[in-house]
T-cell receptor, first 111, second 114 residues
Framework: QKEVEQDPGPLSVPEGAIVSLNCTYSNSAFQYFMWYRQYSRKGPELLMYTYSSGNKEDGRFTAQVDKSSKYISLFIRDSQPSDSATYLCAFDTGTASKLTFGTGTRLQVTL | DAGVTQSPTHLIKTRGQQVTLRCSPKSGHDTVSWYQQALGQGPQFIFQYYEEEERQRGNFPDRFSGHQFPNYSSELNVNALLLGDSALYLC?????????????FGDGTRLSIL
């Protein structure tokens, strides 16, 4: 079983839609949960960072963590064409040394 | 405030050659990690440097080596290049603390092996 499972997509939605991106994980030692956005030919950009179960909101983005189910989600409200990118979930055990990533979900927001 | 910078942006090599990639961390950061990202995959951890020493290593062969300099910048060296080494190589930096700080990435070096 892989440590992290993420649907690679692609996911295509119309502008203005609510997008839900998800990852499941199996390593109970993961304590820190991150979402990175990666545009084509660019490096990953940190979007959301959290370490507790529950919701964290930042503008149009909401990160949700359910440690009991080992499941994290990223919600994007009022999606824009500029949100078209690959979204990577990432996990850290807390030793601040190694991030474990999902494969990434490619999102396309159409006009 | 400069973010993480990597050079070169793109490199083409042939099998068997050696390559050196460079990274300057974000201002105020003292820890550098290197990742390999194959096409369509998430980044895979190679190793991390702190205080000029390799602190942790992922599942990569000894052909992959690194170095950190006193100014916190870092190099990734790959010897005896294989076709399978073609990938985007990402550098990430962070500030070491007894708590936790997230890592910030550069735009990577795209390495193509012919």
């Amino acid at each position: 079983q892989k440590e992290v499972e993420q649907d690679p997509g692609p996911l295509s939605v119309p502008e203005g839609a609510i997008v839900s991106l998800n990852c499941t994980y199996s390593n109970s030692a993961f304590q820190y949960f991150m979402w990175y956005r990666q545009y084509s030919r660019k490096g990953p950009e940190l979007l959301m960072y959290t370490y507790s179960s529950g919701n964290k909101e930042d503008g149009r983005f909401t990160a949700q963590v359910d440690k009991s189910s080992k499941y994290i989600s990223l919600f994007i409200r009022d999606s824009q064409p500029s949100d078209s990118a690959t979204y990577l979930c990432a996990f850290d055990t807390g030793t601040a040394s190694k991030l474990t990533f999902g494969t990434g979900t490619r999102l396309q927001v159409t006009l | 405030d400069a973010g993480v910078t990597q050079s070169p942006t793109h490199l083409i090599k042939t099998r068997g050659q050696q390559v050196t990639l460079r990274c300057s961390p974000k201002s105020g950061h003292d820890t550098v990690s290197w990742y390999q990202q194959a096409l369509g995959q998430g980044p895979q951890f190679i190793f991390q440097y702190y205080e000029e020493e390799e602190r942790q290593r992922g599942n990569f062969p000894d052909r992959f080596s690194g170095h950190q300099f006193p100014n916190y910048s870092s190099e990734l060296n790959v010897n005896a290049l294989l076709l399978g080494d073609s990938a985007l190589y990402l550098c990430a930096s962070s500030f070491w603390t007894f708590g936790h700080e997230p890592q910030h990435f550069g735009d990577g070096t795209r390495l193509s092996i012919l």
